[in-house]
């Protein structure tokens, strides 16, 4: 299952869930990519014939479906890589104040001579 949010044709949110290996992949553009919550890396191949790409063509067996599909993956695998550029980290966040010296408990009051007890 996969969902995605584009805006202005540029990919800004993705979620994949793989049900079999309970996997949740998702990416923020300019925060990252995470498996279940671990930051995850692309891998810094020089060629994309050397990368491991996988699709899955969907349940369409129409042959001019499958077709462009088939197309469009080895434009993929066969186009030149170009390095991404890395997103800058996020600022780090200002420290928290120190917490507070608890107030001491109210005295009880002091009783002077002669007090009834």
Do not use: Q, W
């Not at 001019?64 to 080895?74: E, F, L, S």
């Amino acid at each position: 299952m996969c969902v995605a949010l584009v805006v202005r044709r540029a990919p800004v949110v993705g979620v994949v869930f793989n049900p079999v290996t309970e996997e949740l992949y998702s990416a923020v553009r300019g925060r990252g990519a995470f498996c279940n919550d671990r930051p995850i890396h692309p891998s810094y191949v020089s060629e994309m014939t050397a990368a491991c790409v996988a699709t899955e063509f969907g349940a369409a067996r129409d042959p001019r479906v499958v077709a462009d599909k088939i197309r469009v993956m080895h434009a993929v695998v066969l186009a030149p890589v170009t390095p991404a550029p890395r997103a800058p980290r996020p600022a780090p966040r200002a420290p928290r104040p120190a917490p507070r010296a608890p107030r001491p408990a109210p005295r009880a009051p002091r009783r002077g001579l002669g007090a009834s007890f």
